[in-house]
């Protein structure tokens, strides 16, 4: 069983940046998949990044403003977020699965979420 921390969250202005930690127990994250998924108010889970042993993905929306990183000797992953816009305020969640670098769904572990909100 693994369990999936987020922290780093906040509120912040557009424009700026901000960096999401995902500290993992129970089982070492080099094993899976792992990624970030986020919730806006309303609105169905969206995915936003993964990252495993061959590389990484993104979601359409992220234009090349995010960077998914992950750090095996601390268990964790990293979702640096740059050029936040008002439509990235939602909670972010941190994944754990075995499913393909591709797929934008996950069935595996989740954390309990990290809210950011970005003012205009």
């Known amino acids: 069983q693994v369990q999936l921390v987020e922290s780093g969250g906040g509120l912040v202005r557009a424009g700026d940046s901000l960096r999401l930690s995902c500290a993992a127990s129970?089982?070492?994250?080099?094993?899976?998949?792992t990624g970030w998924f986020r919730q806006a108010p309303g609105k169905e889970r969206e995915f936003v990044a993964a990252i495993n042993w061959s590389g990484t993905t993104y979601g359409e929306f992220v234009k090349g403003r995010f960077a998914i990183s992950r750090d095996n000797a601390k268990n964790t992953v990293y979702l640096q977020m740059n050029s936040l816009r008002p439509e990235g305020t939602a909670v972010y969640y941190c994944?754990?699965?075995?499913?393909?670098?591709?797929?934008?769904?996950?069935?595996?572990?989740w954390g309990q979420g990290a809210q950011v909100t970005v003012s205009s």
């Open positions: 129970g089982g070492p994250l080099s094993t899976y998949r």
């Open positions: 994944s754990a699965d075995r499913k393909s670098l591709s797929s934008i769904v996950t069935d595996g572990y």
